[in-house]
């Protein structure tokens, strides 16, 4: 049987792929997941929330 990636693996590969992502709410529409769940799957497991994360991988 064929596992399901997780949405924080997605994430994370979305995130090594494709540096233009504006902000969490466009990357949550393109993993077609809701960004209270996302955001609340990363503060639990990393302690840090989707706009944090976003904003911390946009270049200065």
């Known amino acids: 049987m064929k596992r399901k990636e997780s ?3 997605r994430l994370f590969r979305l995130l090594e792929t494709d540096r ?3 902000d969490f709410p466009a990357v949550c ?3 077609r ?3 209270g769940a ?3 799957a990363l503060l639990r ?3 840090i ?3 944090e994360l ?3 991988q946009l270049p200065e």
Do not use: D
Request: glycine letters at 12%; a positive charge; charged letters at 20%.
């Open 49 to 51: 929330g989707g706009e």
């Open 20 to 22: 233009a992502l504006s």
């Open 45 to 47: 497991s990393y302690g």
């Open 29 to 31: 529409r393109r993993l």
């Open 54 to 56: 976003i904003l911390r």
């Open 33 to 35: 997941v809701l960004p």
């Open 38 to 40: 996302l955001n609340e």
């Open 7 to 9: 949405s924080l693996s």
